[in-house]
Structures are given as structure tokens and as C-alpha cells.
């Protein structure tokens, strides 16, 4: 039986390549392509890939709430992180978000196959970097974990996602248009995020998004 595939990068020539590289696998079936996380929630929705290779950095909805959506329709799904970050904020949101897998961008085409098949086979995968990444956080650093679980935990997943629009420059009417809600539904969580987080300016949210790994900022 064939591993169908989901690819999801804002960059079409990389999931251009990302295709050309997996389908040179009999066993591999890329059914579907997004280029944003919100997309992609859809198209998992409407194909049930068994695996979903996510980018972790995109604009309008990013890789990790999007994971954490995927997996709440369909938990069967398997996702796996490709990506240019390496840091722990990342690693952090998507792990944390239910991803089975977090490799670099950097990383070699055998390495990503090995992957794709290590997390369809409901098993876990990391990139040695990502790996040593990990073991060193929970090894030496339990209360900076437990920090950043908490920090996660302030706002729910709809206050992250109008928080990552408001750090992308949007206006209330085009976050609400996009999220189809009306305008002082997005005052209200704005205000209610503020508060949670004791920050008060779209500058201060914009830093904490950036921190959390919520958005990057990067074209």
C-alpha cells in the first residue's frame, strides 16, 4: 500500500522539489500540495493522508496550530516538521503540537524518505541535531520546559491564531474578514491576549509571537 503524502510550504519551488524527490519512491504518493497551514487543514480534511510533511514557519496560520488541528479531526494523521529552524522555540511548538517527526531543511533527500517512513509506521523522528536538541532540554533544563508549556498554555488556539495575523501587520477587519467573525470579535480577543500576557502594544505581541515561535517574521 502506498504512504500518501501531504506537502505544506509557503514556497512553491520547494514543494516542487519536495514532490520530484518523494514520488522516486514506488511506495510514495504525494496527493496533495498547501501553501499555508489553513490550507492545509482543509486538504487533510477532504484526502486522509497517512503523513503530512509541514513546514513550521508560514504566514496566516502556521505550522504548529495548524498540526495541532490536523490531529484533532484526524489523529490517525501523521505529521512530520521540515524546516529551516532549528532553535528550541520551534521544536518546542510542534512537538508539543503533536508532530512525530522535526527535520532540517538542510537535511539529505535519503534522510527525509527515512523519515516519512519512520513516523508512517506511527514511530517518532528526529534529525540527529534536533535530537541532541531535545535530549539536552529535558535532561538539563526541566524548569525552562515547563516555562515554555505554561507560556503556551495562557491563550487558547484561536488567541494564537489572531495573535500570529496581528504580529503579520493585519487589521482588525481583515483578521476578522479572513477569520469570518466579526471585528469586535477580534477586538475582544486582542484585548483578552493583552491582558493574559500583560503586554500592551501590537509592538509587544509582535516580539512575544516572534519568541514563541508563533511567526518568524521571514519572507
Known amino acids: 500500500m502506498s504512504i500518501r503524502i501531504v506537502l505544506v510550504d509557503d514556497h512553491e519551488i520547494v514543494r516542487d522539489g519536495l514532490r520530484a524527490l518523494l514520488e522516486k519512491q514506488a511506495d510514495f504518493e504525494v496527493v496533495g500540495e498547501a501553501h499555508n497551514g489553513r490550507e492545509a487543514v482543509r486538504l487533510v480534511r477532504r484526502l486522509r493522508p497517512h503523513v503530512v510533511v509541514m513546514d513550521v514557519s508560514m504566514p496566516d496560520l502556521n505550522g504548529a496550530e495548524a498540526t495541532r488541528r490536523i490531529l484533532r479531526e484526524s489523529p490517525s494523521v501523521r505529521v512530520t516538521a521540515l524546516s529551516m529552524h532549528s532553535d528550541r522555540r520551534f521544536v518546542d511548538a510542534m512537538l508539543g503540537a503533536g508532530a512525530r517527526g522535526y527535520l532540517l531543511k538542510d537535511c539529505a533527500y535519503q534522510e527525509l524518505v527515512r523519515a516519512v517512513r519512520t513516523?508512517?509506521?506511527?514511530?517518532?523522528?528526529?534529525?540527529?541535531?534536533?535530537?541532541?536538541?531535545?535530549?539536552?532540554?529535558?535532561?538539563?533544563?526541566?524548569?525552562?520546559?515547563?516555562?515554555?508549556?505554561?507560556?503556551?498554555?495562557?491563550?487558547?488556539?484561536?488567541?494564537?491564531?489572531?495573535?500570529?495575523?496581528?504580529?503579520?501587520?493585519?487589521?482588525?477587519?481583515?483578521?476578522?474578514?479572513?477569520?469570518?467573525?466579526?471585528?469586535?470579535?477580534?477586538?475582544?480577543?486582542?484585548?483578552n491576549i493583552m491582558s493574559n500576557l500583560d503586554l500592551h502594544s501590537v509592538a509587544e505581541l509582535t516580539k512575544y509571537a516572534v519568541r514563541e515561535g508563533l511567526t518568524s517574521l521571514e519572507g
Not at 541532541?132 to 494564537?160: H, N
Request: contains cysteine; charged residues 20%.
Open 119 to 191: 513516523v508512517a509506521d506511527g514511530h517518532v523522528y528526529l534529525s540527529p541535531q534536533i535530537a541532541d536538541l531535545v535530549v539536552e532540554q529535558y535532561g538539563c533544563q526541566p524548569a525552562a520546559v515547563a516555562e515554555t508549556a505554561a507560556s503556551a498554555s495562557v491563550l487558547t488556539p484561536r488567541e494564537r491564531e489572531v495573535l500570529q495575523l496581528l504580529s503579520e501587520g493585519h487589521g482588525t477587519k481583515q483578521i476578522a474578514a479572513r477569520l469570518h467573525v466579526s471585528a469586535r470579535t477580534i477586538d475582544t480577543h486582542r484585548q
